[in-house]
C-alpha cells in the first residue's frame, strides 16, 4: 500500500518566520503535487512537481522534490497571515494516475 | 469555463436513503475521481474512471456506486445511506498521459457536505 505522510500535521508560526512541511512516501514515484485548502472549500492546485530535483516557486512558497529519497518540501518564506491554510501532497503511481494523498499539515499564521 | 462543477453543495440524509452526486467536468478530462474527505483528514479515493464505460474501485468503495456513461459525467451513488458516511465528497478530474497534455494535477469540484442522521 502506498503511504504518503506529512509533517507536522499542525503548525502554528509567526508572521515573518520560515518553515518547512515534509512529505514523505513509500514508492517510486516522479510526480509530486502540493494542494491548498482553505476551511470549507475545494482544494486548490498550488505545484506540479514531475522530476528529481524539481524546484517551483510562487511567492513565498517554495516547493522541491528529491525522489531518491522520496521526498518533497514546501518552504514557507517570511509567512504572512493569508497562508493559514491546510496544505496536501499528492503522490501517483506510475500507471493508472491514481493520487494518494497525505493528511495534510494545517498551518495557522499569527499576526 | 465551468471546471468541475458538483451538485448538491449541501445534503442532509437520513439513514436507509438513497441519493445521487452528481459530477460534471467540461475540459475534455479522461480521468475522473470521486474522494471522501473527513474531518482533519486527508482524501480517500472511492472510485476512479479512466474513460466513458470503464470504472474502477479506490480505497474506501463500500457503500457507493458510480457510472460513466460520457466522457463530462460520474455520478456517485450512495444506496442506503449510513452516519459513517457522513463526510465532504470532492470530484476531480485530470489529463492522463494519452491526451498528450501537459501533466497539471487534479482539478477539484467545490464539494458535497453530506450529513447522514
Known amino acids: 500500500e502506498l503511504k504518503v505522510e506529512q509533517n507536522p500535521l499542525f503548525l502554528s508560526m509567526q508572521e515573518g518566520k520560515n518553515y518547512t512541511i515534509y512529505c514523505n512516501y513509500s514508492t517510486t514515484s516522479d510526480r509530486l503535487y502540493w494542494y491548498r485548502q482553505d476551511p470549507g472549500k475545494s482544494l486548490e492546485s498550488l505545484f506540479v512537481l514531475l522530476s528529481n530535483g524539481a524546484v517551483k516557486q510562487e511567492g513565498r512558497l517554495m516547493a522541491s522534490l528529491d525522489t531518491k529519497a522520496r521526498l518533497s518540501t514546501l518552504h514557507i518564506t517570511a509567512a504572512v497571515h493569508d497562508l493559514s491554510a491546510t496544505y496536501f501532497c499528492?503522490?501517483?503511481?506510475?500507471?493508472?494516475?491514481?493520487?494518494?494523498f497525505g493528511t495534510g499539515t494545517s498551518l495557522t499564521v499569527i499576526p | 469555463n465551468a471546471g468541475v462543477t458538483q451538485t448538491p453543495k449541501f445534503r442532509i440524509l437520513k439513514i436507509g436513503q438513497s441519493m445521487t452526486l452528481q459530477c460534471t467536468q467540461d475540459?475534455?478530462?479522461?480521468?475522473m475521481y470521486w474522494y471522501r474527505q473527513d474531518p482533519g483528514m486527508g482524501l480517500k479515493l472511492i472510485y476512479y474512471?479512466?474513460?466513458?464505460?470503464?470504472?474502477d474501485k479506490g480505497e474506501v468503495p463500500n457503500g457507493y456506486n458510480v457510472s460513466r456513461s460520457t466522457t463530462e459525467d460520474f455520478p456517485l451513488r450512495l444506496e442506503l445511506a449510513a452516519p459513517s458516511q457522513t463526510s465532504v465528497y470532492f470530484c476531480?478530474?485530470?489529463?492522463?498521459?494519452?491526451?498528450?497534455?501537459?501533466?497539471?494535477?487534479?482539478?477539484f469540484g467545490s464539494g458535497t457536505r453530506l450529513t447522514v442522521v
Open positions: 476531480a478530474s485530470s489529463y492522463s498521459l494519452g491526451q498528450g497534455a501537459k501533466l497539471s494535477g487534479y482539478t
Open positions: 474512471s479512466v474513460g466513458a464505460g470503464i470504472t
Open positions: 499528492a503522490v501517483d503511481r506510475r500507471t493508472g494516475n491514481q493520487f494518494y
Open positions: 475540459m475534455n478530462h479522461n480521468y
